[in-house]
């Protein structure tokens, strides 16, 4: 069977999901939900949003959902990528951060795209590509510690739900990833329409309420 790829709009982000066997269910679908939420609403420039992946198969999350990825990486050029989103993984603490194919990837997309994301432990993939050189980070509240060692030459923060330096964003994950998602949409449409994106998915959005770090470069 001739596979199929997802028609991407025009005058539109591109935001690629990079999922994996044990992606966590939440840091994938929270920040999806809300990115695809823009594609209704009305004067801004809105969201293709896709997975990416190093098959063609289904992959399986760590709650059991199957998903197929929209393009594999492995196989063919990708769609330009102007937003990356890292969700977690379950090895993203071990056998994971062996793939070099996947972390080359991630390098590649990095030097042309706008922001690189992660939620909860996604962040080691960035760390592992050198991504957070000389950056400030943060990821799932109990694998901080775990980060600091195996990387440390990195600034990384306890005590706030997500930190914005330059291009990265990095989120604590859970439930709290609808809020970093939440973030890049004020950051590139203001109160209103993040105000309005989080009500749709009856979320109270009120960026001051969230402990957050934002670096000015």
Not at 31 to 58: C, L, S, W
Not at 96 to 112: P, S, Y
Not at 189 to 211: C, N, T
């Amino acid at each position: 069977m001739e596979r199929s790829f997802p028609e991407l709009q025009p005058d539109r982000y591109n935001v690629a999901f990079l999922i994996m066997d044990g992606v966590y269910n939440t840091e994938l679908t929270a920040p999806y939900d809300i990115f695809q939420h823009t594609q209704y609403r009305e004067g801004i420039k809105a969201m293709n949003v896709f997975t990416v992946a190093n098959t063609d198969d289904p992959i399986t999350s760590f709650e059991g959902m199957r998903i197929l990825p929209d393009f594999n990486y492995r196989k063919g050029p990708l769609p330009k990528i102007d937003i990356l989103v890292v969700p977690s993984a379950e090895h993203h603490l071990d056998s994971d951060l062996e793939d070099m194919a996947m972390i080359d990837l991630v390098k590649r997309i990095d030097k042309e795209a706008t922001f690189v994301t992660s939620h909860c432990d996604g962040a080691f993939v960035l760390a592992k590509a050198g991504l957070l050189d000389e950056k400030v980070s943060t990821t799932f509240p109990s694998d901080i510690d775990k980060m600091r060692a195996m990387f440390p030459g990195l600034d990384i923060r306890k005590e706030v739900l997500f930190v914005h330096d330059g291009k990265y964003i990095t989120s604590a994950g859970g439930a709290k990833s609808f809020e970093a998602a939440l973030y890049l949409c004020e950051l590139l449409y203001g109160e209103e329409i993040a105000r309005s994106l989080a009500g749709g998915l009856v979320i109270d959005w009120k960026l001051d309420e969230v402990p957050h770090l934002i670096i000015e470069n």
